[in-house]
C-alpha cells in the first residue's frame, strides 16, 4: 500500500493554501507600491510607505498605545484567569455550574453591545478614564479566551500529584507555583499569546472606549482610511503580520509549537 497522498486531497490543501495566501500577497504587494493609491499588482517597488507610518505621529501614538494596552490588559487577565481556572477544574464538584459560563460572557455577548454597555458604565457613568478604560475593557475580552486555554491544560492534570505533595508538608501555594504551574506553561504561554494577538487586533471595544488622544492602532487605521487612499494602511498590516509571526517564530525556537500542543 503506498503512502503517497491522493491526488485529491493533495488538490484540496492547495486550494486551502492558495485560498489563505493570496490575500497576504495582496496586501504585501499593496504596501510595496509605488503608487499614492492602493493598487495591485504593485507598480513600481517602494519602501516609503513603510517610512510613513513612523512619519505621521499618530500611528507612532497609538503603535505604543495599542502594544501597551494590549500587554497590560493580557497581564491582568492571566493573573485573574489562571487561579479562576485553577479553581473551576481543582474544586469543579464543589462550585457551582455558573460559575464557569460567567467566564464565557464577553464571547456570548455581541463585542458592539459589549462596548457600549462599558462605555456607558465606565466612560459615561463612572468617568473613568479613557486609558483606564480600555484596559478594563480589553482585560474583561480577552479573559475567556485565557480562562478557556489554561482549563484546557488543567483538564488534563492530575491532581492526586498535588494533593501527594501537600500531603507530604508541602505548603498549598508552594504546591501551587512549584508542582501545578510549571505543568500548565504550555497552556499559559498559548493564553498569554492568544489574548495578546486578539486584544491587539480588537476593533468593537476600543470604538466605543477611545476618547480624546487616547486611541488604538486599530482605530486610527479606520480613522486614516476616511481620509486617505494611500498605501499606509496596507503597511501597516504587513508590520502588524509580521509581529505575529515574529512571535511564533520567537516561541517556535524556545519551546517549539508542538509543545504548545500538549
Known amino acids: 500500500m503506498s503512502d503517497r497522498p491522493h491526488p485529491i486531497l493533495i488538490g484540496v490543501a492547495a486550494l486551502v493554501y492558495f485560498f489563505l ?14 503608487t499614492t493609491y492602493l493598487t495591485f499588482p504593485p507598480q513600481g517597488l517602494s519602501l516609503r510607505w513603510f517610512e510613513n507610518i513612523f512619519a505621521i505621529s499618530a500611528f507612532r501614538r497609538t503603535i505604543v498605545t495599542s502594544l501597551q494596552i494590549a500587554f497590560l490588559g493580557t497581564l491582568i487577565a492571566l493573573l485573574i484567569g489562571i487561579p479562576a481556572a485553577y479553581a473551576l477544574n481543582r474544586f469543579r464538584v464543589e462550585l457551582p455550574r455558573w460559575l464557569g459560563t460567567l467566564f464565557v460572557l464577553p464571547i456570548l455577548v455581541p463585542e458592539i453591545v459589549f462596548g457600549f454597555a462599558l462605555l456607558k458604565s465606565l466612560t459615561v457613568g463612572a468617568g473613568v478614564p479613557v486609558f483606564v478604560a480600555l484596559l478594563i475593557g480589553h482585560t474583561l475580552l480577552v479573559l475567556p479566551y485565557v480562562v478557556r486555554v489554561i482549563s484546557a491544560s488543567l483538564a488534563s492534570f492530575d491532581f492526586s500529584i498535588e494533593e501527594a505533595a501537600i500531603s507530604l508538608g508541602s505548603a498549598p501555594v508552594k ?40 486611541s488604538t492602532l486599530p482605530i486610527q487605521i479606520l480613522a486614516h482610511v476616511e481620509q486617505f487612499f494611500d498605501p499606509t494602511v496596507a503597511s501597516v498590516s504587513v508590520l502588524l503580520m509580521f509581529l505575529t509571526v515574529a512571535v511564533m517564530a520567537v516561541v517556535e525556537r524556545t519551546l517549539g509549537l508542538t509543545f504548545l500542543a500538549k
Open 175 to 214: 504546591t501551587f507555583f512549584t508542582i501545578v504551574l510549571p505543568n500548565v506553561r504550555a497552556g499559559v504561554i498559548a493564553a498569554f499569546i492568544l489574548a495578546f494577538i486578539t486584544s491587539l487586533n480588537d476593533v468593537s471595544v476600543s470604538l466605543f472606549l477611545t476618547g480624546p488622544g487616547i
Open 21 to 34: 495566501m493570496v490575500p497576504l500577497v495582496i496586501v504585501v504587494g499593496a504596501a510595496l507600491s509605488d
